[in-house]
Nanobody
């Protein structure tokens, strides 16, 4: 069992930066992909980025490549999503997730989910 707690959301202006955190309750996350998804009302959960806990290899959605950066802190069991040059279309509830399947852009690949943190970007 892995419990995930997101934090760091808020209201920002377009062009601003924001850093989201995802703290995991479990120390050993070996073999897990730690993903971020976002969701807006009436839409499906959308893949944003994911990072492999072991290797640090990260993948990003095309829409955020070059603006968002993932990192992890093994000692704190925490994954960070640094978001820069935010756009209004980046707004939504951001969810952190953990899973071991290899279909890493598919929400179904992730077994554990946090409660989400709201990101609002004003134009």
């Amino acid at each position: 069992q892995v419990q995930l707690v997101e934090s760091g959301g808020g209201l920002v202006q377009a062009g601003d930066s924001l850093r989201l955190s995802c703290a995991a309750s479990r120390r050993n996350l070996s073999g897990y992909w730690m993903g971020w998804f976002r969701q807006t009302p009436g839409k499906e959960r959308e893949f944003v980025a994911t990072i492999n806990w072991n290797s640090g290899l990260a993948y990003y959605a095309d829409s955020v490549t070059g603006r968002f950066t993932l990192s992890r802190d093994n000692a704190r069991n925490t994954v960070y999503l640094q978001m820069s040059s935010l756009k209004p279309e980046d707004a939504g509830v951001y969810f952190c997730a953990a899973g071991q399947r290899t279909t890493i852009t598919d929400p179904a690949a992730y077994r554990y989910w946090g409660q989400g943190t709201q990101v609002t970007v004003s134009s």
